[in-house]
Structure formats: structure tokens, C-alpha cells
């Protein structure tokens, strides 16, 4: 690690708890090896500390944070601004702090898109896109693709009534292409057919519970590109059907290293070697 100053500037990351994130590492490796006097350091935050927690952040060298469970919608009543984006997603992942004013972000989305594209060559707009799960990612994934123009976003949750929700929020406030569908829904495997990209939004396929599937297997097909936003294992049991399928296989690492790269530049204003974020990230998760 460099040598630390005053001159140091610090980024934090609040969330609760923290012990399997691999943020700090990805970001202070690529800070020393740009040579950046800049530190990442991680805080383990109970909800009913954060507001004084991030007052005290405002008023020394801190430039941001990144925010992660349980925060991501407690800390939107403690910024001065927010993005658009943000602000319509409901939840920030990165604050920027300047001249002790905050502004908030959520790179979750644009960390998606990017690694569809890098991944696989795809934009989103015209796509047809299948989503499992309809949690806080979701949530972020799906209002990003409404707002890049996707043909169509269905939404397919275990709790049905939150992918009715969702799908009316993103119909009234971005364009009219959701809609939802029960998980064990007839049919399913016709709406399946009509994807361009299914998604894994759920935590089916975490080493927790690596050996499940978010759909049953009749709905991944040759045709798709299959999205996994769970990195570890790095290959998950639907990437594993996916890819034996002949399908196009991205995985959820791509999400965490870019969704980490777009915070890079709101805090630092530098792109951010991306190759070192990757091999720091394979390293500690192998
Ligand atoms: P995140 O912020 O990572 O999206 P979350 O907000 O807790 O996490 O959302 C988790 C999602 O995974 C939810 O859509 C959840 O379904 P419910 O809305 O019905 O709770 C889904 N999920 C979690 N475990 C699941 C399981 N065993 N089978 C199907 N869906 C599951």
C-alpha cells in the first residue's frame, strides 16, 4: 500500500456485513499500480449508524464511498443530489463527495450493460430480455435496459406481486415493455423461446446453493445469451447448462469488475486498468 498523508484520498465502502466483499482490494491494487495517492477502505456499518457515520465522512478527506446491503436505499435521504438514473432506481451504490456536498449514482446498471456488451456484443436495444428475480439488482438491471430501449422485459420472481410492481414502475416511468409472469407459469418455456437474453437476478446458484437452477432446464436454449449476476462459483450451474446448451455464456463477474470500474471514475475522474481490477479479483475469488 502507498504511504498514507492528509493528502491521502480516502473512498469507503459502508455495508453490513462485508466479509466476502473483494471491493477494496480490486480498487486499491489498481490505485497503486496507477501510482494514485488515493485509499479504499471498507466499514462495516449498522443501519441506525449510517447517517452520522456519513456526516463525519463529509467533513474530512473522504471523496466517496461505495454503498452496498443493507444502505442502498437508506442512503438516498442523506444525499444532496442524485442522478436521474439513480433517483428512479430507488437505491445508490457510489457517492461522490465535493466541497462537502454529496451526489449519488448507481453503477450497478451501467456495470451490467457493460459486461453484456464486452461479453457477448450486445446493446440492449430491440433485445428481448427474460429476468429471474426481482430484488434490488433486479431492479437496477431492468430499469437500465428499459432506459437503453429494450423491446421487451419480463419479469419472472419467485413473489409474483413484486414483478407485477416493477414491471408498472418501469411501464409508467420509462417506456411500456414489462411485464411479469409466475415462476412456475405455463408458458414459461414459450416466453423463454421468445428471449434474446435470460438473466439470473436470484441467489439460486450461490456456493450456498450451487447445484439449483432460477427456470427449469427445458427454458435455456442454443439461441440465448445467458447472464449470470452470481460470481462465485465463477461458473454457475445455469452458466454450466447454458454453455453445454450452446448458448452464449456471460458471467456475474463481469458485473462486480465494471459496476467497480464506473465508481473508479466518478471518484478518481481516470479510467481505471480494468485488467489489474480482473486479476485481483480472480486471484481472491479462485
Ligand atoms: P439483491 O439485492 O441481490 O437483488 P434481494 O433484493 O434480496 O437481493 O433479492 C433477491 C431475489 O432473489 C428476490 O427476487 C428473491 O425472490 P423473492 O422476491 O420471492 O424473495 C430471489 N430469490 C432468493 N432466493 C430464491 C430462491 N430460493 N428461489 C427463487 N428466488 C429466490
Redesign the pocket.
Known amino acids: 500500500m502507498n504511504a498514507l498523508t492528509v493528502n491521502t484520498r480516502l473512498v469507503a465502502l459502508l455495508g453490513n456485513p462485508l466479509g466476502h466483499s473483494i471491493s477494496a482490494q480490486m480498487h486499491n491494487r489498481v490505485y497503486q499500480e496507477m501510482g494514485m495517492d488515493y485509499c479504499y477502505l471498507p466499514f462495516e456499518v449498522a443501519e441506525e449508524d449510517l447517517a452520522v457515520v456519513f456526516a463525519g465522512m463529509k467533513k474530512i478527506n473522504f471523496v466517496g464511498c461505495n454503498v452496498t ?1 443493507p444502505h ?1 436505499r437508506a442512503i438516498v435521504d442523506l444525499l444532496d443530489e442524485i442522478d436521474p438514473l439513480a433517483a428512479v432506481i430507488g437505491a445508490v451504490n457510489t457517492v461522490c463527495l465535493t466541497d462537502g456536498r454529496s451526489r449519488g449514482f448507481n453503477t450497478d446498471g451501467a456495470g451490467f450493460l457493460r459486461s453484456l456488451r464486452e461479453e457477448a456484443g450486445i446493446v440492449p436495444a430491440g433485445k428481448r430480455f427474460l429476468v ?8 437496477a438491471i431492468a430499469i437500465t435496459l428499459a432506459n437503453e430501449k429494450a423491446e421487451r422485459i419480463i419479469l419472472c ?3 409474483y406481486q ?1 414483478a407485477v410492481a416493477l414491471a408498472e414502475e418501469i411501464n409508467q416511468k420509462i417506456a411500456p415493455c414489462a411485464s411479469a409472469i409466475k ?1 412456475e407459469q405455463e408458458g414459461q418455456q414459450d416466453h423463454a423461446a421468445d428471449a434474446d437474453v435470460l438473466i439470473n ?4 446458484g450461490m456456493s450456498s ?1 450451487h447445484r ?1 437452477l ?1 427456470c427449469p432446464e427445458a427454458c435455456i436454449m442454443a439461441h440465448h445469451t445467458v447472464v449470470d ?1 452470481v460470481y462465485n462459483p465463477y461458473t454457475t450451474l445455469f452458466l454450466q447448462k447454458a454453455r453445454e446448451k450452446g448458448a452464449t455464456v456471460v458471467h456475474g463477474l463481469g458485473m462486480l469488475i465494471y459496476q467497480g470500474a464506473a465508481a473508479f471514475r466518478l471518484f478518481t475522474g481516470r479510467e481505471p486498468l480494468v485488467e489489474v481490477m480482473q486479476r485481483e479479483a480472480f486471484q481472491l475469488l479462485r
Open positions: 446491503i442502498k429471474f428475480g426481482c430484488g434490488g439488482a433486479a431492479r420472481n419467485r413473489t413484486k415462476m437476478t436470484t441467489s439460486v446453493c439449483a432460477p449476476i
